[in-house]
């Protein structure tokens, strides 16, 4: 089953999102296997994002990569758990 995720990241930079995401983007294989769709906004306190994924385990699996990958570059830890809703429906304009 879907599901949609939003994660708050006070303090973390435009520079230090595209930093973590061009590293994560050039390793070897699909690091964001079963993301359907990516969204990154500004706040005033930093960042958040929001992710549809596939399911539970295709976040997990990201997750895996990602977050030693941001403790590497000394990224600000989120203040809180990303949120996670179960996705009644989706669809992609367009696909």
């Not at 995720?5 to 294989?29: C, F, R, V």
């Not at 976040?59 to 990224?75: I, S, T, Y």
Request: hydrophobic share 40%; net charge negative.
């Amino acid at each position: 089953m879907a599901i949609f995720m939003k994660a708050s990241l006070p303090g973390m930079t435009t520079d230090q999102y595209e930093k973590l995401n061009g590293e994560l983007q050039s390793m070897p294989g699909d690091t964001f296997a079963g993301c359907l769709a990516h969204v990154c906004v500004t706040t005033d306190a930093g960042i958040e994002v929001y992710d549809l994924w596939e399911s539970q385990e295709a976040m997990d699996k990201f997750g895996a990569v990602m977050m030693p990958v941001a403790e590497k570059q000394g990224l600000p830890a989120a203040s809180e758990r990303p949120k996670v809703s179960q996705v009644h429906r989706y669809w992609i304009p367009g696909a």
